[in-house]
């Protein structure tokens, strides 16, 4: 259809636009889409800077063109791109007609100014990708009667159902369709999902009974951010993502959704630390003295500090109370090997004390052993270094005594094999220090796991 001295632009404003086949009744001078059967109407170039335009069009079959204000184009089509230049301002409409429903794929190419309303998909039986950037699209996404793999109009307040979306689709962009309906874990339909984008939608989460997920491919990327998630969707969500049980995915689902809790955060690392995914979420730090998985928090890794990812939380996890005092080790006239003195470093330590030949009994074995009420189970003594980020923070953890605490550490000197350094709290006017000890005595130590 193109542009006529008799356009109305009141009555066409007024009028629900879109893809439309079936045609409908219109009011004089408005569109009139009942003269062809199988056509596309209701798409506009809004033209306010020249230049050309592209789609592109890809299927079998016979087609005509009635492109902006030039001429009627029959084309047979198959992996075409029709290119217009536009060197007037101002709205163009453009109406496809024929076999329109053979076309498989519909794309704008990423050119700008493509607008309309999207209406009537499910009559284009062929579809399987339709890509639509860089316009304002309105209307009713009505797709569910289309094989449907690729389905791109971001930022575009078009309206639909969620939950009748095809489940055919891998790729999927509907961030900012405000018009949207539907439950968010049903994002489950999508057996073979590589990437959605639903950023800022208005998909709701009503529904926390999390299904599990067995098809997802390795490296699936999911954005949920700016939906206004609760802190019980959020973790329902983490949940269904560890539940995929699929490698290397990235999920954001930050912006305006609730933050995790310090108690809740470590959905979030789970999902990080088992399946080596990306994750972007609001957290609430941690702090020295909180309640954390396994005991207290004693230390939270800071820049510069082995172990520290910037943008995650890491640090050292205390027992909240001395273990009864013991040797160092039963084996008290050999090296071990546990001569690591570094910030992190206790579980290699500890597994050198508790392999070394003739070993029964040790504060390291006891630590290796060691199950916290909450299950946890990967536990050891510390490094000298790690006793240092505790000391710092031992009024926030409480219950130290003014003594010597077992490392994890051995001293490596010539003729020493029968000692292992200690730990002293500072007290006092006194700083905090190592020295070492006869492997022989009992001394008090506390286990710690890292996170």
């Known amino acids: 259809m193109s542009r006529s ?16 086949t079936k045609g409908q009744l219109t009011p004089a001078n408005a569109w009139n889409t009942r003269l062809y059967m199988r056509q596309l109407v209701g798409l ?16 079998t079959g016979a087609i005509i063109i009635n492109w902006g204000a030039g001429s009627t184009y029959q084309v047979t089509f198959e992996s ?5 230049v536009y060197s007037d301002l101002g709205r163009f409409d453009l109406v496809i007609k024929g076999d329109v429903h053979r076309i498989t794929k519909f794309s704008n190419a990423g050119y700008p100014s493509l607008c309309g309303s999207v209406k009537g998909f499910g009559n284009l039986e062929s579809l399987t990708e339709l890509v639509l950037v860089g316009g304002n699209f309105t209307g009713e996404l009505s797709v569910a009667g289309c094989p ?6 971001p930022g575009s307040p078009v309206s639909g159902d969620f939950d009748t979306l095809p489940a055919t689709l891998t790729e999927l962009d509907l961030s900012g369709a405000t018009g949207l309906t539907g439950e968010l874990l049903h994002i489950t339909r999508f057996a073979g999902l590589r990437r959605l984008d639903i950023s800022g939608s208005s998909v709701e989460f009503n529904d926390h009974n999390i299904p599990t997920l067995t098809t997802w491919k390795d490296g699936v990327h999911i954005t949920v951010s700016n939906m206004s998630l609760s802190e019980a969707d959020v973790i329902a ?3 269904l993502c560890f539940l995929a049980a699929v490698q290397n995915g990235y999920l954001d689902i930050a912006g305006n959704n609730a933050g995790l809790s310090a108690e809740h955060a470590h959905y979030a690392q789970e999902l990080r630390d088992s399946f080596h995914w990306t994750v972007y979420c609001n957290v609430a730090a941690p702090v020295a003295g909180q309640a954390w998985h396994g005991g207290i928090i004693a230390a939270i890794y800071q820049a510069g500090d082995a172990g520290f990812v910037a943008g995650e939380f890491h640090g050292i996890v205390i027992t909240p109370a001395d273990a009864t005092p013991m040797p160092w080790s039963n084996v008290t006239d050999a090296f071990s090997g546990a001569t690591a003195f570094a910030l992190g470093q206790g579980n290699p330590n500890t597994n050198a004390i508790i392999g070394q030949a003739g070993h029964t009994g040790s504060a390291a074995k006891y630590c290796h052993d060691y199950v916290s009420p ?48 200690i730990f002293y709290f500072p007290y006092d006017s006194y ?21």
Do not use: M, Q
Request: glycine share 8%; net charge negative; hydrophobic share 35%.
């Open 5 to 20: 001295k008799g356009f109305n632009e009141a009555l066409t404003t007024k009028k629900s636009r879109g893809w439309n």
């Open 44 to 59: 506009y170039w809004d033209i306010e800077l020249p230049g050309s335009r592209t789609l592109n069009i890809v299927g």
């Open 80 to 84: 075409l791109v029709y290119t217009t």
């Open 148 to 153: 449907l793999t690729r389905l791109s109009i």
């Open 237 to 239: 969500f983490l949940s």
């Open 374 to 421: 909450d299950g946890y189970t990967d536990f050891c003594l510390p490094t000298p270094d790690d006793w240092v980020k505790i000391a710092s923070n031992s009024a926030a953890i409480g219950g130290f005594t003014h003594g010597s605490y077992w490392t994890s550490a051995e001293s490596a000197d010539a003729g020493s094999e029968y000692a292992a350094y």
């Open 431 to 451: 700083p905090a220090y190592a020295d070492t000890e006869w492997k022989s005595e009992a001394r008090s130590f506390r286990p710690i796991r890292y996170f």
